[in-house]
């Protein structure tokens, strides 16, 4: 699977947008993008994925360049349930593999 | 509907020793796999399980093992315990082996060998 960068932490203020960056120069045609997060002492929990297009759920927004070289995700709202560790993974499509974890980045939200 | 559901939430064990952690999926979920996630890092993949058969292994020894069972509950078995082991099991489940959709996880089972 190939391989995604995320900053290792990133600081937003309650109620601010809050932009969280992923690069993957190596995504492959098939792959898709997922993010998921991961709450103090919860287990990860999933907030968006997509392939190509835009997307937008109740949680957030994932905007995907157009060479798909790298992707955003954005919250736009932050709360101070926002903080948690945020990871970037990409998926091939298909039944082969399984979501491979990095490090992610830790958001910290102020008050 | 519950969600997935992990017991036990913690433990401690000797090193040497043999663990057992429990894993029921989410309501109409047939697809479960377990991940381990030390202490600052992220998840990291053990196997899957699939109509009760281990479809797919990450980079862990055979001292891990696991079962899946007709209703779709799922074990991991660890032997010969280590220091190393000392962790968060991590259990997901999903409908089907495809993974283009969401996986959910239980809150885990914190390991601790001494």
């Known amino acids: 699977d190939a391989k995604t960068t995320q ?105 | 509907d519950a969600g997935v559901t992990q017991s036990p939430t913690h433990l401690i064990k000797t090193r040497g020793q043999q663990v057992t952690l429990r894993c029921s999926p989410k309501s109409g979920h047939d697809t479960v796999s377990w991940y381990q996630q030390a202490l600052g890092q992220g998840p990291q993949f053990i196997f899957q399980y699939y109509e009760e058969e281990e479809r797919q292994r990450g980079n862990f020894p055979d001292r891990f093992s696991g079962h899946q069972f007709p209703n779709y509950s799922s074990e991991l078995n660890v032997n010969a315990l280590l220091l190393g082991d000392s962790a968060l099991y991590l259990c997901a489940s999903r409908y089907g082996l495809d993974n283009t959709g969401e996986l959910f996880f239980g809150e885990g089972s914190r390991l601790t060998v001494l």
């Open chain 1, 7 to 111: 900053p290792n932490s990133m600081e937003s203020n309650e109620e601010e947008p809050v932009h969280l960056p992923c690069n993957h120069s190596t995504i492959s045609g098939t792959d898709y993008i997922h993010w998921y997060r991961q709450l103090p002492s919860q287990g990860p929990e999933y907030v968006i994925h997509g392939l190509t297009s835009n997307v937008n759920n109740r949680m957030a927004s994932l905007a995907i360049a157009e060479d798909r070289k790298s992707s955003t995700l954005i919250l736009h709202r932050a709360t101070l349930r926002d903080a948690a560790v945020y990871y970037c993974i990409l998926k091939r499509g298909g039944s082969q593999g399984n979501l491979i974890f990095g490090k992610g980045t830790k958001l910290s939200v102020k008050p």
